[in-house]
């Protein structure tokens, strides 16, 4: 029953998704670990990808890591190492636009690519184009990537997801009901767990039941994006690629080491407060607000122990952040033991919104300290990156990061509190020094 589109490509998109993509940027670092059972993130204490190995034997994602090793003793448990993976990320999109500009850096292991137009320039079919694109990225990178290629995005989606792990899935116009057919409708990309409910009151289970309905059904009973992806499953383009740099990051994560290892508090606090300053310079240079932190400690014997804390609202001033993670920095910090790193990791990130005055003044508080780090912000362009930082980084800025190098602080650098160390003077003072 042919219902859909009769071209094979009306347009020709690529979906590109990376296989256990975190851990296999950990077994290319470090080829020994191949074949074998591998989990990240230690640092949470919960799994956070795992090795198709890990997962034949029942591991599974957010499973405690106490349990793990009970179902698998020989698993090896690394720490998240987002950097390496945010490399990956960045070589996996400039391979694929050697092939075609129009690629969109959808997530930091997935993208989608158009090839509509490249047979004749390139030379070649679309469904070549596809597996070299595949091969180069698979041989050039080390790690396995999964593909869809379809007319349209939500088809390309439904393909890449077809075959895993290593996967080549080709969707022509006249195989869209085969691969509709054998998709449950809750597997959809765009389609949640409530539309699907809802669908499932009506009849309708696999993708193409739901593209098989009249047009009239679909605007009546659901939502403009729920139209759209019927229009995309039937095979009708409507989704562009969206090439503008992605500058909404996921995640944002600041680690630093230092030597020697320290089992001061201070030091130690110094060092986390360092990392939130620079995450929110981040932040700030994208204008994005965060409103969930996970902050860690790990020690001279690679222990980590963090905590997860949400914001009530979004921010971007580390001040606020601080205040906010030191009660929690104060019952994991244990005094006898010698720390050698410190980390943060910000996620749940959006557009920094003009804020309303609330009656409190809660917010025309954090509205001040936004205005501070916006001259705080034109300042280290002038002078360099930290000529301005507060006073609980002051020890982490005034020491050297490792025994072999120099200090950042040179004379210029104006610490908030005029070399005020203690962390008990934290936030506020600040706001009274500055005005
Ligand atoms: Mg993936």
């Not at 960045?90 to 050697?98: A, G, N, S, T």
């Not at 921010?315 to 010698?338: G, M, Q, V, W």
Request: hydrophobic share 35%.
């Amino acid at each position: 029953m042919q219902l859909i589109n009769t071209f094979d490509f009306s347009r020709a998109i690529l979906h590109i998704d990376g296989d256990s993509f975190f851990v296999l940027c950990e077994v290319a670092k470090n080829p020994k670990l191949r074949g074998k059972p591998v989990i990240t993130g230690m640092e949470r204490g919960i799994v956070s990808a795992f090795s198709y190995e890990a997962k034949a034997r029942g591991v599974k994602r957010a499973m405690r890591i106490s349990e793990v090793k009970k179902i698998c003793p020989d698993a090896i448990f690394l720490p998240s190492d987002y950097e390496t993976y945010s490399l990956f990320s960045l070589r996996m999109y400039d391979i694929v636009r050697k092939y075609t500009p129009d690629v969109e850096e959808y997530s930091i292991d997935e993208c989608f690519a158009d090839l509509t137009g490249l047979r004749r320039p390139l030379g070649m079919s679309y469904e070549n184009m596809a597996a070299k694109i595949k091969k180069d990225l698979d041989s050039e990178l080390g790690i396995t990537f999964s593909v869809g290629l379809a007319p349209t995005k939500v088809l390309a989606k439904i393909g890449s997801k077809h075959k895993k792990p290593s996967g080549l899935t080709i969707i022509r116009g006249r195989d869209i009901d085969q691969y509709l057919n054998e998709t449950p409708v809750s597997e959809v990309w765009g389609i949640g767990s409530q539309t699907s409910s809802f669908l499932h009151k009506f009849g309708i289970r696999s993708a193409l039941q739901y593209a098989q309905k009249e047009e009239r059904w679909v605007r009546e009973k659901l939502t403009k994006p729920h139209f759209q992806i019927w229009q995309e499953l039937r095979g009708e383009s409507v989704y562009k690629i969206e090439t503008s740099k992605k500058n909404d990051y996921k995640s944002i994560s600041k680690t630093k080491t230092f030597t020697p290892a320290s089992s001061n508090k201070e030091f130690v606090f110094s060092q986390l407060s360092k990392n939130v300053e620079n995450a929110c310079i981040k932040l700030r240079r994208y204008n994005l607000s965060v409103k969930k932190i996970f902050f860690f400690l790990k020690t001279q014997d690679f222990q980590y122990c963090g905590v997860e804390v949400k914001m009530s609202d979004a921010t971007n001033t580390p001040n606020s952040i601080l205040n906010i993670i030191d009660s929690h920095f104060e019952k994991i910090f244990d005094s006898s033991k010698l720390f050698r790193a410190t980390g943060i990791i910000l996620s749940d990130l959006s557009i920094s919104q003009a804020r309303q005055l609330d009656l409190f003044g809660k917010m025309e508080q954090e509205e001040n300290f936004s205005k501070i780090f916006k001259k705080i912000d034109e300042i280290s362009k002038k002078y360099g990156k930290h000529s301005v930082f507060l006073g609980t980084s002051f020890l982490a800025m005034n020491k050297k990061q490792h025994q072999s190098e120099r200090g950042v602080q040179s004379e210029r650098k104006l610490n908030l509190f005029n070399g005020e160390t203690t962390r008990k003077k934290l936030y506020l003072p600040m706001l009274g020094e500055v005005r």
